[in-house]
């Protein structure tokens, strides 16, 4: 019982030992009871040579340097932890940090992004964000942000940048130490292994493109002896039987994470496929520069605009206890009638080819 992390919550009392296991507990590792907080033995208790007790901190690997990976080393800090960060870039800020070109392994952004929360709403609760940066961010204003976060909590010295995590194993006595090998690399290729006692993968989820292009629609039947899968571009895909009918497209396709800016879609005609964030914006950009713009959706979309009632943030406004409240109390129904009918206030979206096929508050997040 040495070490443990036990949280207590009304009106069951749980306690999580590093051996991954829940079990019933009333007390803290010490013998306090605890209401509401979670405890964490922050030390391991060592014999010295010379008989008395050593306390060694807790090793926690976070893997990736953005909002997460940050805002996790902060709170080890703050837990009496000793985090050790790995970042495969030479930079902080994951997502937000802007490339002209895509690196593999790393989330892109085009050039002219926008944040979609308000400032308000997504500054780390012990770090506001400056009165003179805009309600909502572009990306570069974020950056800033995250290097300001760092530098005023002094987390960049527990990050190693241009180190990428190979490998993440359980040491053989795991299900006594609860402890873990992490296996790293440097640019130059030079790999070393540390032990830690816990490990925060704080990856992003929007790395890797998902291009469909098998299932682009079709007409002739695929000549005798080509085969499948095969190379369609930059890209590997499962074609279908029949002539998929991206192959016999002449433009240029790639998918929004490879789209930095409009220049040299100039004159163009383009299809924008797909209306979510990223759809949404480059249809607009696109539409100053192009000859025509196209924008195809499957099943529609609510359009939400970021500032509502009296100036306000969109999150402001509806992220609230008051809308929890409604929320549980007002049949879903009636919600997403209300709802609706205060977006079609804006524009309809009938009459601009965009009605929804699903409700506003179901199946999907507005545009």
């Known amino acids: 019982m040495d070490a443990s992390v036990r949280v207590l919550q009304d009106p069951h009392v749980l306690r999580l030992n590093w051996t991954g296991r829940w079990a019933p507990g009333g007390h803290t590792p010490d013998g306090d009871v605890c209401r509401g907080h979670v405890y964490r033995r922050e030390k391991t208790r060592h014999n010295s040579p010379t008989g008395g007790a050593v306390q060694m901190k807790r090793r926690i690997a976070v893997i990736g340097a953005g909002a997460s990976g940050l805002a996790a080393v902060k709170c080890c800090l703050d837990e009496g932890l000793e985090p050790m960060c790995f970042e495969q870039s030479d930079g902080l800020g994951g997502l937000w940090r802007f490339k002209e070109d895509p690196e593999d392994g790393r989330s892109s952004i085009y050039r002219s992004v926008i944040i979609n929360s308000s400032k308000e709403m997504m500054c780390f609760s012990d770090f506001p964000i400056p009165d003179d940066f805009a309600n909502f ?4 204003k974020i950056l800033d942000y995250f290097h300001l976060y760092a530098r005023h909590f002094d987390l960049l ?10 490998r993440v194993k359980m040491r053989p006595d795991f299900a006594r130490s609860g402890q873990w090998e992490v296996v790293t690399a440097t640019s130059g290729g030079l790999e070393e292994s540390a032990i830690f006692d816990g490990v925060m993968v704080c990856t992003g989820h929007h790395t890797y493109p998902h291009l469909p292009l098998q299932d682009f629609p079709g007409e002739s039947e695929r000549p005798a002896g080509s085969s499948w899968p095969r190379e369609v571009g930059s890209h590997k895909v499962n074609l279908n039987p029949c002539l998929s009918g991206i192959e016999t497209f002449q433009g240029e396709y790639f998918h929004s994470r490879e789209y930095k800016g409009p220049e040299k879609f100039l004159g163009k005609r383009v299809v924008v496929i797909g ?19 196209f924008l195809s959706t499957r099943r529609g979309c609510w359009v939400l605009n970021r500032i509502l009632d009296d100036g306000l943030p969109y999150d402001m406004l509806l992220l609230t206890r008051f809308a929890s409240l409604l929320k549980k109390i007002l049949p879903l129904t009636f919600l997403n009638w209300m709802e609706e009918q205060k977006l079609n206030k804006r524009f309809d979206h009938k009459l601009y080819g965009l009605q929804a096929k699903h409700r506003y508050l179901i199946a999907a997040h507005a545009s």
């Open 157 to 166: 010295r527990y990050i190693r940048f241009k180190t990428t995590v190979r």
């Open 137 to 140: 961010m572009h990306n570069s």
């Open 275 to 293: 209306i979510g964030n990223s759809g949404g914006d480059l249809a607009v950009e696109l539409s100053r520069i192009a000859d025509q713009v």
